[in-house]
């Protein structure tokens, strides 16, 4: 089955895919709450982004690893984000439930998120340093002339 969210508020969409299991509309309200919980992060990163305007793309698929089995970890859940201008960034998870399995896959992929932020962060800081010492040796050079 195959379910389509549009979140327009910060231009993020979530595509949800099932396999070896019919999506309820409950399941897909949780979905949609934790995946959506994520715009926050995606504001921000988004903004970076090649200016586009294309929005970014969540594909979550979730998934009962095995019919014959009922205890263990037999739930699957997995997002691909996809943000115009960046790299893709893909978590994955299982557990005994489908709750859990989407709780655990959206924790990863909330730190996933706020890493690359703090990666662009870091590049961007150490690019002003430079641009900085660079500005001061070129100042020195002239005065000393």
Not at 8 to 17: A, P, V, W
Not at 32 to 41: A, D, M, Q, T
Not at 59 to 88: C, F
Request: contains cysteine; glycine residues 6%; charged residues 35%.
């Amino acid at each position: 089955m195959f379910y389509r969210i549009w979140c327009m508020m910060y231009m993020m969409r979530i595509q949800i895919k099932t396999k070896n299991f019919d999506l309820t509309e409950s399941i897909a309200a949780y979905i949609e709450e934790r995946v959506g919980s994520i715009k926050k992060l995606v504001k921000g990163v988004e903004a970076r982004g090649d200016g586009s305007g294309e929005a970014v793309l969540a594909r979550v698929d979730v998934s009962r690893t095995t019919q014959h089995h009922n205890k263990g970890e037999v739930y699957r859940a997995e997002i691909m984000l996809e943000i115009p201008g960046e790299p893709n960034m893909y978590v994955e998870a299982t557990a005994d439930n489908l709750h859990a399995a989407i709780d655990e896959v959206r924790d990863d992929l909330f730190r996933e998120v706020k890493n690359s932020h703090k990666k662009h962060q870091t590049l961007v800081r150490r690019g002003a340093r430079e641009l900085k010492r660079r500005m001061r040796e070129s100042d020195t050079s002239d005065t000393s002339e």
